[in-house]
Nanobody, 126 residues
Framework: VQLQASGGGLVQAGGSLRLSCAAS????????MGWFRQAPGKEREFVAA????????YYADSLKGRFTVSRDNAKNTVYLQMNSLKPEDTAVYYC????????????????????WGKGTLVTVSS
């Protein structure tokens, strides 16, 4: 099972990026999908997640209004639209897929986040 995150890069503060996470080898249409990030010297933290049916989204409180998570089950892909980026958003962003039909956890150490991608680096310059 592979999750491949892409779309990271260097952007100026105030700019936007859209991250994608494509799953291969199996369908995740019955799994919640999440985004986490890890900045240098910091622990991995929750960013956003979407339920397996796509009807409910969750965000870190500090990111509400700037980030939008969505999914396309037909493409087995989850997206993270990031707007009004700030230097403090600089981090490696990881996508994760939960075990089937379990709820969303904001804890990156929750074992229900069973599959992880390798991450994509987002750098926001001031």
């Amino acid at each position: 099972v592979q999750l491949q995150a892409s779309g990271g890069g260097l952007v100026q503060a105030g700019g936007s990026l859209r991250l994608s996470c494509a799953a291969s080898e199996r369908s995740f249409s019955n799994s919640a999908m999440g985004w986490f990030r890890q900045a240098p010297g910091k622990e991995r933290e929750f960013v956003a997640a979407v339920t397996w049916r796509g009807g409910i989204t969750y965000y870190a409180d500090s990111l509400k209004g700037r980030f939008t998570v969505s999914r396309d089950n037909a493409k087995n892909t989850v997206y993270l639209q990031m707007n009004s980026l700030k230097p403090e958003d600089t981090a490696v962003y990881y996508c994760a897929a939960a075990r089937e039909r379990v709820g969303v956890s904001k804890d990156p150490d929750d074992p229900n986040w069973a599959y992880w991608g390798k991450g994509t680096l987002v750098t926001v310059s001031s």
